[in-house]
């Protein structure tokens, strides 16, 4: 089993930034690609970036220039860079894993964290 613990969220004025961190345990071999996905209340959710063990990116195109996705793969760790936030990006904001190649889907990852919330307010 893999667990996948995030932090970092918070509120933030709009055209500021934060930075989210996931932190992986357990069964971490096994892991190829990380991502993030967020959930605004009543909504989808959509992949916002992910990364595969050797830094292959992929961005939606709502956050592409905005957002930055990165891992450390010796510390176990993801991180999304979020500069220039705008209030449509207020969700939660979740941590995804997979053994496999990249992936939109949600239902390809298999190991999941509990969230976190971003708020973009003025």
């Known amino acids: ?25 357990g069964n971490i071999l096994r892991i190829n690609t990380m991502a993030w996905y967020r959930q605004a209340a009543g909504q989808q959710r959509p992949l916002v970036a992910s990364i595969t063990s050797g830094g292959t990116t ?42 496999g190649p990249n992936s939109f889907y949600s239902y390809d990852y298999n190991y999941w964290g509990q969230g976190t919330q971003v708020t973009v307010s003025s």
């Open 1 to 25: 089993q893999v667990q996948l613990v995030e932090s970092g969220g918070g509120l933030v004025q709009p055209g500021g930034s934060l930075r989210l961190s996931c932190a992986a345990s």
């Open 58 to 99: 992929y961005y939606a195109d709502s956050v592409k220039g905005r957002f930055t996705i990165s891992r450390d793969n010796a510390k176990n760790m993801l991180y999304l860079q979020m500069n220039s936030l705008k209030p449509e990006d207020t969700a939660v904001y979740s941590c995804a894993a997979r053994r």
